[in-house]
DNA sequence: CAATATACCTTATCTGTCAAGGTATATTAG
DNA sequence: CTAATATACCTTGACAGATAAGGTATATTG
């Protein structure tokens, strides 16, 4: 069984920040990571993916920068900041209450 | 602590038909209970509440009657349908998938 | 008699996601 | 050597569910 993109609509901002969480990565490794974690129940669309990682970057939750190695394909590298962990706090916060108000209606 | 709209999305339909599998109801009755489940912390916007109700209606998972009552303003009531039942246990299931993967992944 | 609560509905707009298209390089298989 | 695959990023137009803002109408309460 897999999932709708519904379910995860929200949850998207959040998930890369996790990843963020535990060191700088970029859009594919992100991605890669998801489908390994979730045993290929889940995938974020490329378009979804780096239509995310701008408005993190315009919000100020994550910068980019171009990765140095030379070989195989460019790589554009994200890190997460300061206020980047606050929201992902928050994000956390937010979720458990969602959880806890879903299960109460459904 | 409020939640945002994002965070339901994908679950309207089920919170409807929960309330549904409890007998016949109609929106405002099922609009003021979740907020009273909540405690105030999320309630429908009406425009999301009429919407979700045709779609179910179109889908064959609810049917929709006029009440008889003489006293107040008229109502629609709804009543789960035997494709609605099923629904509602696909999206529980769903639910219960989707909160493991998201816990994995944030 | 005005205000409030009940009860439903429509329309235009917003936002995150997706499908479908694209570019470019490195590795692997035949 | 060359074709296929994997890696890696990006843009555009369209879609669907949610929202704001508007509306109608009745019953109750002060």
């Not at 535990?22 to 991605?31: D, P, Q, T, W």
């Not at 974020?44 to 939750?61: I, P, Q, S, V, W």
Request: with cysteine.
């Amino acid at each position: 069984m897999s999932i709708r993109a519904d379910m995860i609509r929200g949850h998207t901002e959040t998930i890369i920040l996790a990843h963020l969480m535990k060191g700088n990565s970029y859009g594919y490794e992100i991605n890669k990571s998801i489908k390994e974690k979730t045993n290929d129940k889940y995938e974020l669309n490329d378009a979804t993916l780096y239509c995310a990682f701008r408005r993190l970057e315009e919000m100020g939750y994550i910068s980019s920068f171009w990765g140095e190695g030379n070989s195989g394909a460019r790589r554009r590298y994200y890190s997460i900041t300061n206020e980047g962990i606050e929201f992902y706090k928050k994000n956390i916060e937010e979720w458990n209450l969602t959880k806890e108000l879903i299960d109460k209606l459904i």
